[in-house]
C-alpha cells in the first residue's frame, strides 16, 4: 500500500511520547513493506541529520511550517488546527490507499487538492479536548488555564464533527477507547514496541529514574509534587537513595533546571540520546503523573527496559497493566511505600515487571496493524 503518515510536528528525535509512537510505527510499516510518505508541519525547520534520518524509513518527506498568529485564539475552531491549516497547501501530487492522520488537529491535509486517498484514519493519541482540559489544571498561569479551558471546549466539537467523517480510529489507549462512543470505527492500536525486551534483573544500590518531557505542564506538575513530597522521605530512609531526572526540553529553561538541580542526592540530565545508560541505573521508574490523557509511554518504555513501575493511574492508564503488573501509589505515603517495597523485595519487583512484559508482548502492534490494513485492500 502507498500509506501518507500526517504528523504535526517532526517525529525525530523521538525524544517524546507522541513522536515515539509515531516513529516506531512508521519503522513498522516500513518492514511490512509498504511505501510510506511522511507529511510534517512544525514550528521548526528540519535540520539536514533530521532529514537524512527520517528518509531511511520512509519513500518521500514533505515539510510545511506551522503557523501560529493571535487572532487564531479568537476563532471558532482549535487553535491547534489552525495553525496546521498550511498542510491544506502543500504540493504533493500524488495519490495514496491510506491517510494516517497523527490526531484530527492535521485535518487540513483532507483538503489539499494535490493530493487524492481512498480512506482516513486517525491515530487517537488522547482524547484531545479533555487532555488539555487537564493540561490547565497543571499549568500555574492564570492566562494558560483560560486558553486550555477555551480550547477544551472547542477541540471537543471539533473532534466531533473530524471523527464522524473518517473510515476509522486507532486508539493507542484502551480507557480512552471505552469512553468514547466510536466503537463500531475504532481498535485498540497498542503502543509500537520494536525494541527487544531487556530481563529485568537484581541491581545494586538505590537508584530512582523518572523520564520525560518537560516542556509538558502535566510531568512537570507530577516532578515537582515528587520532587517536594516523596524525595526528602526517601532521602532520610535511604542512605544509597538517588533519584535521576531524564528529561527533554525543546527550548533552554535554564530557570526550571536550575531548580531542579538545587535537590539534594538527584540529578538531572537533559536531551540525552543514552537513555541505555539510566535504565540500567534505575531500579525503580516513577510516573508521578495526576493530569493526562491517552497513554503515557514513558511507563510502558521502563517495562520494556525491565525497570519495575511505580505509578499513580493516571501514569498506568490505557495500557491494560493490572495492579500485578505495577506498583500503584497516588499519596504520598504510597509512594513512599512502594518504592521501599521495591528495594526491599526485589525478587517479588522483578516477578511484576516480567508479568507486564509478558503481557505486553501478547498484544503486540504489529499483529493489529497488519489485520487493520488488510482491511483496507
Not at 67 to 86: A, D, G, I, M
Not at 250 to 267: G, I, R
Request: charged content about 20%.
Amino acid at each position: 500500500m502507498r500509506i501518507a503518515v500526517v504528523i504535526g510536528f517532526l517525529p525525530y528525535p523521538a525524544n517524546f511520547g507522541g513522536a515515539l509512537d509515531v516513529w516506531e510505527r512508521v519503522k513498522g510499516l516500513t518492514a511490512l513493506g509498504h511505501e510510506v510518505d511522511l507529511i510534517v508541519t512544525d514550528k521548526i525547520n528540519p535540520s539536514k541529520e533530521q532529514i537524512a534520518e527520517i528518509k531511511q524509513y520512509t519513500d518521500g518527506f514533505y515539510f510545511v511550517r506551522r503557523e501560529n498568529n493571535v487572532n487564531q485564539l479568537f476563532s471558532n475552531l482549535p487553535l491547534q488546527f489552525l495553525s496546521r491549516k498550511n498542510l491544506a497547501h502543500i504540493e504533493i501530487n500524488k495519490e495514496y490507499d491510506l491517510l494516517i492522520l497523527e490526531s484530527e488537529f492535521c485535518w487540513s491535509i483532507t483538503l489539499n487538492h494535490s493530493i487524492k486517498f481512498n480512506k482516513i484514519v486517525i491515530r487517537v493519541h488522547n482524547i484531545e479536548s479533555h487532555y488539555f482540559k487537564m493540561l490547565g489544571k497543571s499549568s500555574t498561569s492564570l492566562k494558560e488555564k483560560i486558553y486550555y479551558k477555551l480550547e477544551s471546549y472547542k477541540i471537543k466539537k471539533f473532534t466531533t464533527t473530524v471523527y464522524n467523517k473518517v473510515d476509522r480510529l486507532w486508539f493507542i489507549s484502551k480507557d480512552d477507547l471505552e469512553k468514547m462512543n466510536y466503537k463500531a470505527k475504532s481498535i485498540f492500536m497498542p503502543y509500537p514496541i520494536n525494541d527487544s525486551y531487556i530481563e529485568p534483573k537484581v541491581k545494586e544500590g538505590s537508584n530512582v529514574v523518572f523520564m520525560g518531557s518537560l516542556f509538558m505542564q502535566n510531568n512537570v506538575y507530577g516532578l515537582k509534587w515528587y520532587l517536594k513530597n516523596v524525595h526528602p522521605e526517601l532521602v532520610k530512609k535511604l542512605l544509597s537513595y538517588h533519584f535521576y531526572i531524564v528529561g527533554s526540553l525543546k527550548e533552554t529553561n535554564t530557570s526550571l533546571v536550575d531548580e531542579l538541580k538545587a535537590y539534594p542526592q538527584c540529578t538531572t540530565i537533559i536531551n540525552t540520546s543514552h537513555l541505555d545508560e539510566y535504565y540500567e541505573k534505575a531500579q525503580v521508574f516513577v510516573n508521578p503523573m495526576f493530569h493526562g490523557s491517552g497513554v503515557k509511554v514513558k511507563s510502558v518504555n521502563a517495562l520494556v527496559n525491565g525497570v519495575p513501575l511505580v505509578s499513580t493511574f493516571t501514569g498506568a492508564e490505557g495500557i491494560g497493566l493490572n495492579v500485578n503488573m505495577y506498583y500503584h501509589a497516588e499519596s504520598i505515603t504510597e509512594f513512599v511505600h512502594q518504592i521501599l517495597d521495591v528495594f526491599n523485595n526485589r525478587e517479588k519487583a522483578i516477578e511484576c515487571t516480567l508479568k507486564a512484559q509478558k503481557y505486553l508482548q501478547n498484544i503486540h502492534y504489529l499483529d493489529v496493524l497488519k489485520n487493520e490494513l488488510n482491511a483496507f485492500k
